[in-house]
């Protein structure tokens, strides 16, 4: 269970890390997978999360961060470790006000750390329902104007150079 589970009472729960991961998953055809998010219907985005403790890795992160969120597990014959890569992309962002207070006073920006899951396009996606209603693999580019996060929109721009297709 993850520190930022949100079945803990929020009074029980510590406060956010500002440094979190942006997992885009994809297929070898470019494919996108989004998902909707519960507490904010109509805003689509990749597998986020932020680190569950500081020293804790950011691959390590991302993994938990996908499996939790997807079912998909990085590791397993269908998802190699290697599918997962660190594209070395970092984003600053300003917090949206809504979700401040998830974090300690004062705390205004968060780092992302950007990486790309290649999986099988049949793969089996099981959303975690507390947190994202539905899901839907899109053409890279439709994927990429759908997403409510600017940072999201311009990873998934980059995949065909971080997949050497540019």
């Not at 594209?87 to 205004?108: F, K």
Request: charge should be negative.
């Amino acid at each position: 269970m993850s520190i930022s589970d949100p079945d803990l009472p929020p009074s029980t729960r510590p406060p956010k890390i500002p440094e979190s991961v942006l997992v885009v998953i994809h297929t070898a055809a470019l494919e996108v997978l989004l998902i909707e998010r519960a507490d904010k219907p109509g805003f689509w985005q990749s597998v986020t999360g932020s680190k569950d403790h500081p020293d804790e890795d950011l691959r390590l992160t991302a993994v938990r961060e996908v499996a939790e969120e997807t079912g998909i597990v990085v590791g397993s014959a269908a998802v190699p470790d290697a599918a997962l890569r660190d594209w070395g992309l970092r984003n600053v962002y300003e917090i949206y006000p809504v979700w401040r207070h998830r974090y300690a006073p004062g705390v205004t920006h968060n780092t992302e750390h950007v990486f790309g899951l290649t999986v099988p396009r049949d793969i089996a996606v099981t959303l975690a329902p507390r947190e994202h209603l539905q899901h839907a693999w899109l053409p890279w580019r439709e994927a990429a104007d759908r997403c409510f996060s600017p940072s999201n929109a311009e990873a998934i721009l980059q995949l065909p150079h971080q997949r050497g297709e540019a």
